[in-house]
């Protein structure tokens, strides 16, 4: 199972990790709402994002590495562990660097990026050492440490990461479609059939043309990059929650956001029944909660262009979004379970 980017906010009455301890809520405190006081926050400047950034930068190599092996274990040898490493973190670099960037912005403080490696263990008769992602991580994320100031913060950093993920995996999609071969039917990344969102399907239509029957496109470790970006992009903008939907979602429709987060998290539940895929995702989906806070000035609008910009973002959700991501059975599953464990 790829996990992705998860953004969590803390609650804004935890001051004990937070520089710029907030009220409650926005009204027992209204100098926190204000522009001055925020263009102070601003001016007195971030603390650097590089005190206590070790984990953030071990777990970084740690994810390099373990990305590099699992595409070194193809058919391109060395050659196929940096092609996974460079379209891979570059994508998922450029969708945590969107929020950071715009928290930087708005005087949001936050962490650095923080990969999430996979971990290796033996499995199967002969306990082969296999990650458990056969792409070599479960995504990344970033921390936030202080309240959203107002409703355009919260939609400009929910936003950001998605699309500057989107436009990256763009480029090192069309490389992936020309890097993939046609081979008989049978299945992607070792074995394990993967769905097609309909961006995905439509880029290789036109830079490949029709398969023929019986045939199927074999991705390499590019297309493999593209393709697990563009699922990251569409879990992530998924409106429940903290999630980055969710921060877009509340942003544009405040209290009515509760009942499409309900929505989607129903809708989750009975994805798990088509695929088991959907279990895990769907425990992080109610881990998160439906409920997104208050920023410290809801009140304020955020304009026509986020509304515009926020449809942008429905957009790419559907191209991205496909409900059987891996193609592989509740029966298929079980089967591998009990085969890798010798039950």
Known sequence: MAAA???????????????????????????????EYWEEVRAAGLPSPWRGAWPNIISFVLTVISVYFVGASGDMGRWGGVRLVLGL????????MGHYIACRRYGVNSTLPFFIPAPWVPMGP????????????????????????NRKALFDVGIAGPLAGFA?????????LLEARIVP??????GVGLGEPLLFRWAAWLLRGDVPDGMALSLGPLGLAAW?????????LMPVGQLDGGHVSYALLRRRALPLSRL????????????????????????????????????????????????????????????????????????????????
């Open 168 to 176: 990256m995996s763009l480029p090192v999609l069309v490389l992936g």
């Open 228 to 236: 697990f970006g563009l699922l990251v992009t569409a879990l992530n």
């Open 5 to 35: 980017h998860l953004p969590p906010q803390e609650n804004p009455t935890d001051s004990s990790d937070n520089p710029y301890p907030s009220p409650r809520a926005p009204e027992y405190s209204p100098e926190y709402s204000t522009r």
């Open 264 to 343: 989607v998290s129903l809708v989750a539940l009975v994805l798990v029944w088509l695929r088991p895929m959907w279990l895990v995702w769907t425990i992080i989906l109610l881990l998160l909660g439906r409920r997104h806070p208050a920023t410290l000035a809801d009140e304020r609008p955020v304009g026509r262009a986020r509304v515009w910009i926020g449809l942008l973002g429905l957009v790419v959700f559907v191209l991205c979004f496909t409900p059987n991501p891996i193609l592989i059975s509740w029966a298929d599953f079980l089967r591998a379970i009990r085969e890798s464990t010798g039950l």
């Open 126 to 149: 002969g306990l082969m050492w296999l990650p458990l992602s056969f792409i070599g991580t479960f995504g990344a994320l970033i921390r936030i440490k202080s309240p959203f100031p």
């Open 185 to 190: 039917a049978g299945g992607d990344a070792g």
């Open 89 to 96: 973190l570059s994508i998922l670099m450029a969708h945590e």
